[in-house]
């Protein structure tokens, strides 16, 4: 049976407001341990520990929110994300134990929203998922009252109320976080924004420490749309440029 919980907050969260968080994790202490924080903070946590039972397991239990790691038996982590993003959108904190770029990009690309790098604070999870869900409730009262008309910057065009965006006529398909990244670098296209403003408006995350969680999403996005569309200003972030009016 499914209890209410306490949040460290003290605020009761009732059955029917818990979210369920998915954890895809082989590594038993680590699964464990996440499992009791997120548990601790208010959340429903089923758990799996290789890519056949994660990708069963999302199926059936339609989670919130994934904790996935990226090394599993069976099939790794990017091809379940690949797998659950077929089903259903679902946002993705993806782990990694390697601190490759690659590896973040490639997780990215498959469907994942974020990442972490082993080892990790439980604070800073607990602070990500948080981060995803609220995305997540924004996105979904923004389709109900969406803001109108279409922004058109040269060849990129950015559909607000359907979350879509083209580059010459051709649909690009971004993540959830990719879009909203883009959107906020469009709502004041060639101003320059720091990686700590990006991070605050897109992440609600105010630590500098996940300063490299922006840089890898503006890599991502600039594969999409194209590299030049995206200015570095190095030392400081990134802007978005546009044709001379």
Not at 40 to 52: I, K, N, R, Y
Not at 75 to 91: I, M, S
Not at 118 to 132: C, I
Not at 133 to 158: D, F, H, K, N, Q
Request: charged residues 25%.
């Amino acid at each position: 049976m499914e209890h209410a919980h306490t949040s460290h907050t003290g605020n009761a969260v009732t059955p029917g407001t818990q979210r369920r968080v998915l954890v895809v994790e082989d590594d038993t202490t680590i699964v464990e341990a996440i499992s009791a924080r997120l548990r601790a903070e208010g959340f429903l946590v089923q758990t799996a520990s290789d890519g056949p039972a994660a990708v069963d397991a999302a199926e059936a239990w339609q989670p919130d929110l994934m904790v996935l790691d990226v090394m599993l038996p069976g099939f790794d982590g990017l091809e379940v994300c690949r797998r659950v993003q077929a089903q259903r959108p679902v946002p993705v904190l993806m782990l990694t134990a390697r601190d490759d770029e690659t590896d973040m990009l490639v997780g990215l690309g498959v469907g994942a929203d974020d990442y972490m790098t082993k080892p990790f604070s439980m604070r800073e999870l607990v602070a990500r998922v948080h981060v995803l869900l609220r995305r997540v409730e924004r996105a979904a009262l923004a389709a109900v009252t969406p803001r109108s008309g279409i922004l058109r910057l040269g060849e990129l065009e950015i559909d607000h109320a359907q979350r879509r965006v083209r580059v010459r006529s051709d649909d690009v398909h971004l993540t959830p976080t990719e879009f909203d990244l883009l959107v906020c670098l469009a709502n004041t296209p060639r101003a320059v924004l720091s990686r700590e403003q990006l991070l605050a408006e897109v992440w609600d995350w105010a630590d500098a420490s996940g300063t490299r969680t922006v840089d890898s999403h503006i890599k991502a996005l600039r594969r999409k749309i194209g590299a030049e569309r995206i200015r570095t200003v190095h030392g400081v972030g990134y802007a978005l440029e546009t044709p001379a009016p």
